[in-house]
């Protein structure tokens, strides 16, 4: 095989996969788009999510700052040299990284340190399996943390909150299903994608699950029970009413595609693996001599490019001032400013906010912060940097990442440095709601993988702290214009996502009934 073509095919396929999003996921997200009413808040964020999808392709950067683990699913021929195909693949993933393609995503799960380049420690992962065919099929999927944390796995007979008694039968693999739509809620940046493996132990349950994402969004299960049960999800999670990023709405789930193996008596397990709607997996054909790429997948049909009217008509619709009451903010916020705001009102930020993620919470909970944080805005965010020949850092992917996870500290911390607003996506629960209330605060939501859009919004890098956690996990000083987020969490009490998921968990036991016998 010749090396250096291999490699430089790889190069490519990492690249395609994480700036342009294939036709079929394309074609499944209008048709979401062309759901939706014009004017509300569903239609706004996959205006967004359009929009976004087209900077990332025109741009060749990536559609989501979540570049996730990478996964490579190879088939070979007999006899192909799978040591030297690696390396290769290392090479390709580390250029890729450095070329700001990739954000460096591989941290030791000891120390906490980030190797960089994306390797190191078992990633990327790449599993090889031979096939009597002449060419190399490799297919790469880059699904990220949000909507990995959304994956769940069953294990029946099991009671179901909403459903009951899920039983050993189609009927209780159904409300498995089911359940697994509503507990992802926005949370894995709906409206997404789920792959649904029946039977197999724990770990080959899920890559069964896994495996079903590499399918094509519209092919057909040749297994007629299965199809049928892929159309039933489909017609009936999509009443769920979560909706795009959990704010309500008429598209919840994008696809399902479900597969079945053996078990063994004992065990019963459905387990199901979330994509968000940034499902970023294309294939290659390649030829084992020349290293070259012979043919791309997934993509069949219709290309919707976005930049057509349905998008921009709709933008329109959104963008008319007297329709929308748009409050700009520029920090620092006073507490004021901020019991003004309710839920539904979206706001516009200009001048400056400070990324924290993870680490800089659970810092912050038991030290000073780097900068006074007096009327400030926190963004979670772990953006996709590129430092300049001079130096200078610029932002290449920056959407907002699952804040929950933030919920045991960020009350804490608003009122520790009075700080005035958090944006992220997918919402926070009980504790920051109460502080939020206190303090005078509020929480933004921002479309989830919309990293082009909100890169566009930062002007500046003013400077940045505790580097040493890694890029995506340090506090970046950004000075933004025209940033728009939706007040989701207000100071008086409300939460939008709290009344999403009680209205789901209602809509959810009206599929308590058997359905298959
Ligand atoms: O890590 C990130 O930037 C985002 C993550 O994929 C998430 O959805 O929370
Ligand atoms: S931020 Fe959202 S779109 Fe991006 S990887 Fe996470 S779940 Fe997917």
């Known amino acids: 095989m010749n090396i250096e073509n291999f490699q430089e095919s790889m190069y490519q396929l990492i690249v395609e996969t994480s700036t342009n999003l294939p036709k079929d996921v394309r074609r499944a997200i209008k048709a979401a788009a062309e759901r939706e009413n014009a004017g509300t808040r569903a239609a ?39 040591i030297e195909m690696k390396q290769a693949i290392y090479h390709a993933i580390a250029q890729a990284t450095k070329d700001g393609k990739l954000r460096p995503n591989s941290v030791d799960s000891l120390t906490g340190e980030n190797s960089g380049d994306n390797l190191g420690g078992g990633i990327p992962v790449i599993k090889f399996a031979q096939w009597e065919k002449d060419y ?76 079903q994402l590499f399918r094509t969004v519209d092919d057909v299960n040749p297994h007629p029970e299965l199809h049928n049960l892929e159309e039933y999800i489909m017609e009936n999670a999509n009443k769920l ?16 595609k479900i ?33 070259e790429i012979q043919e791309w997948m997934y993509q069949d049909g219709e290309k919707i490019d976005f930049a057509q009217p349905a998008a921009t008509e709709i933008a329109a619709a959104v963008e008319t001032p007297a329709e929308q009451n748009v409050i700009t903010l520029t920090a620092p916020i006073t507490e004021e400013q901020i019991r003004e705001l309710k839920v539904g009102d979206v706001v516009q930020i200009n001048g400056m906010m400070y990324t924290g993620r993870d680490a800089i919470h659970k810092y912050l909970s038991d030290h000073d912060a780097p900068v006074d944080l007096n009327g400030q805005i926190i963004y979670h965010c772990g953006p996709v940097m590129l430092k300049d020949k001079e130096g200078n850092w610029h932002v290449k992917a920056a959407g907002p990442t699952t804040s929950i996870r933030e919920e045991p500290y960020q009350g804490d911390i608003m009122k520790k440095f009075g700080i005035r607003a958090v944006i992220g996506k997918g919402g926070m629960g009980k504790k920051t709601l109460a502080a939020l209330q206190e303090h005078g605060g509020v929480y933004l939501n921002a479309i989830g993988g919309a990293a082009q859009y909100y890169a566009d919004c930062i002007k500046s890098v003013e400077g ?16 933004v214009q025209g940033f728009t987020a939706v007040v989701t969490m207000d100071a008086h009490g409300n939460s939008l996502h709290e009344d999403v998921e009680k209205s789901s968990f209602e809509k959810l036991t009206q599929f308590a009934d058997r359905v298959y016998k």
């Open 44 to 82: 706004m964020s996959l205006d967004t999510i359009t929009n976004n999808i087209k900077m990332a392709e025109d741009k060749v950067s990536p559609i989501c700052q979540d570049t996730g683990l990478p996964t490579f699913k190879i088939k070979t021929p007999v006899g192909a040299n799978q």
């Open 259 to 291: 597969g079945v193996m053996n078990r063994i008596p004992a065990s019963f397990y459905v387990s199901v693996a979330y994509n968000c709607w940034a499902y970023r997996r294309l294939g290659v054909a390649v030829n084992p001599e020349t290293g």
């Open 136 to 211: 190399l099929d490799i297919r790469l999927i880059l699904k990220g943390g949000g909507c990995e944390n959304k994956n769940i796995q069953y294990s029946l007979p099991a009671e179901l909150e909403g459903l009951g008694r899920a039983g050993r039968d189609l009927d209780g693999i159904r409300k498995c299903i089911l359940h697994s739509v509503y507990q992802a809620q926005g949370q894995g940046c709906s409206a997404g994608f789920i792959g649904v493996g029946i039977g197999g132990d724990r770990s080959s349950g899920y890559d069964l699950a896994k495996e």
């Open 241 to 256: 009413g979560i909706g795009t990023m959990g704010f309500g709405g008429e598209t919840t789930l994008l696809g399902c």
């Open 464 to 479: 940045v702290d505790l580097m040493n956690f890694g890029i995506p996990e340090a506090m970046w000083h950004l000075q």
